[in-house]
C-alpha cells in the first residue's frame, strides 16, 4: 500500500472476455473485449497488437474522431470499419 496516497478503490470481479480477431477491407483487428460492472456498464476494448485501451459504450463506438484518437488510427475509413466492428460486437 501506497504511504503518501489515498485508494479510490481495491475491488476484485469476475469477468468475461471475448477476443475478436477480424481482417477487415482496412485494418486488420485483434481486439480484446472485457465485459465488467466496474464501468457503468461499458466495455474495456484493448488493441492486442497496440495495446491501446479503450472504455467504450454503444455510443462511444460510433464517434468515429474519439474511435481515431484513442486507437491511433490514421484512416478515417479503418475507424468506420471499426465502429461497425465493436456495434456488432460490444
Same mark, same amino acid.
Given at each position: 500500500?501506497?504511504?503518501?496516497?489515498?485508494?479510490? $478503490? =481495491?475491488?476484485?470481479?469476475? *469477468? !468475461?472476455?471475448?477476443?475478436? /480477431?477480424?481482417?477487415?477491407?482496412?485494418?486488420? $483487428? =485483434?481486439?480484446?473485449?472485457? *465485459? !465488467?460492472?466496474?464501468?457503468? /456498464?461499458?466495455?474495456?476494448?484493448?488493441?492486442?497488437?497496440?495495446?491501446?485501451?479503450?472504455?467504450?459504450?454503444?455510443?462511444?463506438?460510433?464517434?468515429?474522431?474519439?474511435?481515431?484518437?484513442?486507437?491511433?488510427?490514421?484512416?478515417?475509413?479503418?475507424?468506420?470499419?471499426?465502429?461497425?466492428?465493436?456495434?456488432?460486437?460490444?
Amino acid at each position: 500500500m501506497l504511504d503518501s496516497g489515498m485508494v479510490l $478503490y =481495491d475491488e476484485t470481479e469476475a *469477468t !468475461t472476455t471475448r477476443y475478436v /480477431g477480424i481482417v477487415g477491407q482496412y485494418e486488420r $483487428y =485483434d481486439l480484446a473485449i472485457t *465485459t !465488467t460492472g466496474h464501468f457503468y /456498464g461499458k466495455s474495456l476494448v484493448t488493441s492486442i497488437p497496440s495495446g491501446r485501451t479503450a472504455i467504450l459504450g454503444a455510443d462511444d463506438v460510433m464517434n468515429i474522431p474519439y474511435l481515431m484518437q484513442v486507437f491511433a488510427l490514421t484512416d478515417e475509413r479503418a475507424a468506420q470499419e471499426l465502429s461497425e466492428l465493436l456495434q456488432e460486437n460490444i
